[in-house]
């Protein structure tokens, strides 16, 4: 039995913050980091909001550590609001899941049914708006916890490219690459369904006809930023049916011990994962065709014209290159600058980490610790 849910009511348009002004709400509460609480980006919030009380916690880092969350719950009980609504990257959506899911479990806030939790998305990515999936760093030990409950889903998405629209090139990059990843990854999941088939097919395909655009000429093209905001949105519903794969298992656990950029790593990855999980790296006798005739479909969205499945995913592969090239993106964990003795120094605590991370158990292949370190040896 397959159960989808699709809770979040998505708001699209250059209108999209006016739903702000709908809301009924006494008391609001903003998780944001420190550029965002001091960019014109949040005068345009609270221009929506009127003359709401608006308590705003801007200490949100990049890997959002426990810490911070801890903070934040104490501002949240403190506050007692009945909104809370995160606005920015991928972290501070992360930061603000974990705020309200913890807090609610340890009873220092109002449940979750009690809070209407509002998304908005500064970044074209992590289609964090629209997944019950977070991230939490353990910075003390250097691991990325994944939480994953239905907690923790936004109840409202906004959609609003006006914050995208300058969003720098490498930030653009990154992101762009990492919803490539999220759509790639649900196509191939073991519970991939036709659903978020749909979802990953239609992202993939923007990805490659608009990241570059978006990449080179962002503050000036207005459908490249739009199509990519719709996009990270869209492979977000797909894996947040079905789950990802060991691409970002891997990413996770290199991610926490180095603290380099996700998208970064998802991005240099990503074709050593297509060849492992394809059965072109790390050959098994046994392994399912079924598997590489799915990242041949994938080829075609893209416009691979071979027929023959392993030489349509070499093109693949081909075609990630280009686009990894085009927007400027690292190949390899040295040119991220992770050496190789520091990479081989830590491979068999990341690949136990990769193993155990809640997005392998959806591999449509599944890894041996040995695999995982072959994967990333291809790469350094």
Same mark, same amino acid.
């Given at each position: 039995m397959t159960t989808l849910n699709f809770?979040?009511? +998505?708001?699209?348009g250059d209108d999209a913050l006016d739903f702000l002004t709908t809301i009924d709400g006494d008391e609001i509460f903003i998780v944001t980091d420190k550029f965002i609480s001091e960019s014109p980006m949040m005068d345009a919030i609270k221009e929506k909001l009127g003359n709401k009380p608006v308590t705003i916690f801007s200490d949100i880092v990049p890997d959002p550590p426990i810490d911070d969350i801890t903070k934040g719950i104490k501002v949240l009980e403190a506050n007692n609001a009945d909104t809370v609504i995160a606005i920015g990257g991928g972290s501070a959506l992360d930061a603000a899941k974990g705020i309200v899911y913890f807090a609610a479990k340890s009873g220092l806030g109002k449940s979750r049914s009690d809070l209407t939790f509002i998304a908005i !998305?500064?970044? #074209?990515? &992590?289609?964090? $708006?629209?997944? =019950?999936? #977070?991230? +939490?760093? =353990?910075s003390d030990r250097g691991v990325k916890y994944p939480l994953v409950t239905k =907690?923790? *889903?936004?109840?409202? /998405?906004?959609?609003? &490219?006006g914050f995208v629209m300058n969003l720098p090139k490498q930030q653009t990059a990154d992101t762009g690459i990492d919803v490539l990843t999220h759509a790639i990854e649900a196509y191939v999941s073991s519970q991939a369904n036709s659903i978020s088939d749909a979802f990953a097919e239609k992202a993939i395909k923007l990805v490659f006809q608009y990241l570059p655009k978006a990449y080179s000429e962002g503050p000036y093209n207005k459908e490249a930023r739009e199509q990519m905001h719709l996009a990270s949105t869209m492979a977000g519903l797909a894996f947040n049916m079905v789950s990802l794969g060991i691409n970002h298992s891997i990413a996770h656990a290199v991610g926490g011990k180095f603290h380099k950029v996700h998208g970064r790593i998802n991005g240099i990855l990503l074709n050593s994962v297509i060849q492992y999980n394809s059965?072109? *790296?790390? $050959?098994?006798?046994?392994? !399912?065709?079924?598997? *590489?005739k799915r990242y041949a479909e994938i080829a075609q969205f893209v416009g691979v014209k071979i027929k023959e499945p392993k030489y349509a995913v070499l093109q693949l592969t081909k075609k990630i290159d =280009?686009?990894?090239? /085009?927007?400027?993106?690292?190949?390899?964990?040295?040119?991220?600058? +992770?050496?190789? $003795? $520091?990479m081989e120094a830590a491979i068999e605590e990341i690949s136990v980490a990769a193993i155990n991370d809640r997005c392998?158990?959806?591999n449509p292949r599944v890894p041996k610790s040995e695999d995982i370190q072959a994967i990333i040896r291809t790469v350094i």
């Open positions: 809770v979040p009511q +998505i708001v699209v !998305p500064t970044t #074209s990515g &992590t289609g964090s $708006e629209v997944t =019950d999936f #977070s991230v +939490i760093t =353990d =907690d923790i *889903l936004p109840d409202v /998405a906004l959609l609003y &490219t059965g072109l *790296l790390c $050959e098994d006798v046994s392994h !399912p065709t079924t598997i *590489l =280009d686009l990894r090239t /085009a927007v400027e993106m690292p190949d390899s964990f040295t040119k991220l600058g +992770i050496s190789r $003795e $520091e392998t158990p959806t």
